[in-house]
């Protein structure tokens, strides 16, 4: 079946400019993950939501990360004023419920702030 | 605080060769365990995983990985590499379905 999708592939963007990054999440998974890798690094934890829960924001590194997912499809990762050091991969998973932690993933969205 | 640490940043083998890649991992409670390889030009998927049982897990593509629990690693192994295993290879963690925590990577270059 289809997998995780995630558009654009890549975008650039000006320094400053706010920016959206959307997230298609297989049919039916309950859990979805965004993670941002950045050149070098390893891929680092950004925001989870699981269901009708309260999304664990803990890896958002500033308040102009954000993220809303409707229900249990699309996501968007909004990053407002982007700065240079933004530029990286942003990751999407996503999780069906029940037993298995394999977490599935997209092809990423390549951000490059000028 | 939760962490994953990959002991090697960029392997290069010939082929045939044999293969590990260290991981260790610091986590309280009950821990997932998980080896993720990102091919060239491709997204990331799943090589293998453990969650409890048989502490040695095989994966796709001949790849195994042992859970030592006394150490804390859940090293990658592979008895003879091919030129296509050339890849990045990432180990994580979690705690039963929450967020992945994941080491910064191994660059693995395999030489034909």
């Known amino acids: 079946g289809a997998g995780v999708s995630q558009s654009p592939s890549n975008k650039v963007t000006e320094k400053g400019k706010d920016v959206e990054l959307r997230c298609d999440p297989i049919s039916g998974h309950t859990a979805l993950y965004w993670y941002r890798q950045r050149l070098g690094q390893g891929l680092e934890f950004l925001i989870y939501f699981q269901g009708n829960s309260a999304p664990d924001k803990s890896g958002l590194p500033s308040d102009r990360f954000s993220a809303e997912r409707t229900g249990e499809s699309v996501s968007t990762l909004t990053i407002q004023r982007t700065q240079q050091e933004d530029s990286a991969v942003y990751l999407c998973?996503?999780?069906?419920?029940?037993?298995?932690?394999?977490?599935?993933f997209g092809p990423g969205t390549r951000l490059t702030v000028t | 605080a939760q962490s994953v640490s990959q002991h090697n940043h960029h392997v290069i083998l010939s082929e045939a060769a044999s293969l590990e890649l260290g991981c260790n991992y610091s986590y309280g409670g009950t821990v997932n365990l998980f080896w993720y390889v990102q091919y060239p030009g491709q997204h990331l998927q799943l090589l293998l995983k453990?969650?409890?049982?048989?502490?040695l897990v095989k994966g796709i593509k001949g790849f195994e990985a042992e859970f030592i629990k006394s150490k804390f690693s859940f090293n990658l192994r592979k008895p003879s590499v091919q030129w296509s295993d050339t890849a990045e290879y990432f180990c994580?963690?979690?705690?039963?379905?929450?967020?992945?925590?994941f080491g910064q990577g191994t660059e693995l270059s395999v030489k034909p």
């Open positions: 998973a996503s999780r069906p419920s029940g037993g298995s932690y394999e977490q599935y």
């Open positions: 453990y969650f409890s049982g048989d502490p």
């Open positions: 994580a963690a979690d705690n039963q379905g929450g967020k992945l925590i």
